[in-house]
């Protein structure tokens, strides 16, 4: 998450309901199932990055073919590592990405990830809170990439009302909750607990409107919070947040270039019918859409690619 929230600022449709565009039945609505799948990350030192999200984060190595390292936990890749030593950083005030974040289902297993990534990397941590509706600690990569790694809490504590989810920044203190929660046998295998996804991305945009427009409107996102002008919070099938996009670092940046950082935000729908109303859809409102005949892919206002995948 990222920013105190209240339920006074916050506006949602959490209701699961799928509706139809008017102009010739297009669903415009994401499958209420649609979940989020790996982040692809341009990065500069592919051994370094490698060592960070395995041996401090711990997702496993699931792939390593030359210039490309797939991470994740349980088969299920979170983190993909694309070589690119030529290209430079973002400059300051950019868009991009703010941070990915990684869901435990289990406290036990967060607390491992935190604690292994506090003794392997102490210097990148950034910070923690409870979000009411999760409890997140915060790091920022070698490369300056912001990670966060959280626990939701059950669906049934979240507060919503009218259609409002109710998400703050309380303080959490991460020596109380790593001696809660660690695991007696976490100093044996850092990574034993498999469990670990991609739980939400939250990007750096230059304007949330646009993002609004964009990510609800033509992708289908609902709206599950706001922030004023500084920030969005989006999701599917009445989750707290698939996705967030700020204005905090970024107010104003326009179309991205190629950099390290953010490569590709992966998105994952249940069928390739999904797939083919979501291209349907984008079509319609004009945004260009390459299709692969299982996946599509496609650019948002700032330039960042994201790819639609079917899980069957």
Known sequence: MGSPLSTDSARADAGGAVAHDPHGGVADRLSQRAAMGAVTLNVADLDAMTRYYSQAVTLRVLSHDHDRVVLGRGGEPAVILVHEPSLRHAPSGGAGLFHTAIVFDTRAALATAVLSTMRYAPGTFAGSADHLVSEAFYFTDPEGNGVELYFDRERTTWSWVHGQVAMDTLHLDP????????????AADPGAHADGRVGHIHLSVGNVAVARDFYVNRLGFDVTATLGSAALFVSAGGYHHHMAMNVWNSRGAGRRGRTLGLAEV????????????????LGHFGVAVRDDGRAISFADPWNNTVTLTPNA
């Open 175 to 186: 020596r109380a909750y790593l001696t809660k929660y660690l695991p007696a046998d976490e």
């Open 266 to 281: 992966g998105i994952v729908v249940p069928s390739r019918e999904d797939v083919e109303q979501t291209s349907d859809r």
